[in-house]
């Protein structure tokens, strides 16, 4: 996969936003900023209706079927162009576009520095809330691009393997799972935490800092709740890897699980802060 694959920059989009084949959404966790302002034409992408309601763990991937109608109410086709972007933090863009992409969308990208670029670029904004019409939606699911804590259970002892922790260190010193090591995905990225992470780096920086995993034949990335670990796995894909899956459970899982973990504290007391 390019980078042109999976991302699009406002200049680009300035272009095409007109275009009545694109579907545009805000993957911005909460609707908040999407209510004040937001691309014209733009719909909300609420991760809670793309997520399990019976599953115990936050933005868990829902069942097939549940998936496949709910892209389809949301007015995705086979054939749509879609653009998903954030304000101020671009992992919850990219776990939209994991999600979608997981479901067999092909013409998915991620708006590279969301709505901040766009506004940058001179784009119009509106506050006006959107729906598009219900389309037919047929998933092709690619269940590779996900991993289950069976998965990560026998990947333990695979050399071939690497099991990716994606958060600060602290978080990773704090609990991790055993035998995971640690690239925190805010390094894959360019921003602060006062005004977001919403750049993914230049393709050649993302290769000098994923070189060493990227030579497992196997990534599996993991986080809190499955949306930071979307970072590491598509920069592990635009640089030419093609065999990395998200493990969607995540920390939340394996510490209610009693999974093996090792660390020097309450990993919660890091998500908090």
């Excluded at 799972?177 to 805010?186: E, Q, R, Y």
């Excluded at 499955?226 to 065999?243: D, Q, R, S, T, Y």
Aim: aromatic share 10%.
């Amino acid at each position: 996969m390019n980078r042109h694959n999976a991302l699009i920059e406002a200049e680009e989009l300035l272009q095409r936003v007109k275009n009545e084949n694109i579907r545009i959404f805000d993957a911005t966790i909460t609707d908040d900023a999407y209510l004040q302002k937001h691309i014209p034409g733009a719909v909300y992408f609420d991760h809670e209706r793309f997520s399990d309601s019976n599953s115990p763990y936050m933005f868990t991937i829902p069942p097939e079927g549940l998936l496949e109608g709910q892209i389809g109410r949301a007015g995705i086709s086979n054939d749509s162009e879609v653009i998903v972007y954030a304000c101020g933090m671009l992992p919850y863009a990219i776990r939209a576009w994991w999600v979608l992409k997981y479901a067999g969308l092909e013409n998915v990208r991620i708006l590279n520095g969301g709505f901040s670029a766009w506004e940058k670029a001179g784009g119009r904004v509106e506050q006006e809330a959107r729906q598009y019409e219900p389309a037919n939606f047929k998933a092709r699911f690619n269940p590779s691009m996900l991993a289950d804590k069976d998965e990560v259970l026998a990947s333990m002892d695979k050399d071939e393997v690497a099991i990716v922790n994606v958060l600060p260190q602290e978080s990773y010193e704090a609990s991790h799972i055993s035998g995971s090591i640690n690239v925190n995905c805010m390094e894959l990225m360019q921003g602060d935490f006062s005004h977001g992470f919403d750049y993914l780096l230049p393709n050649d920086d993302l290769a000098l800092r994923l070189k060493e995993v990227s030579q497992n034949e196997r990534i599996i990335t993991y986080c809190g709740g499955g949306i930071a670990a979307a970072v590491n796995a598509l920069a592990h894909l635009m640089i030419g890897h093609k065999n990395v899956a998200v493990y969607d459970g995540s920390m939340y899982e394996w510490l209610a699980e009693k999974l093996p973990t090792v660390g020097t504290g309450k990993w919660e007391v890091w998500v908090q802060q």
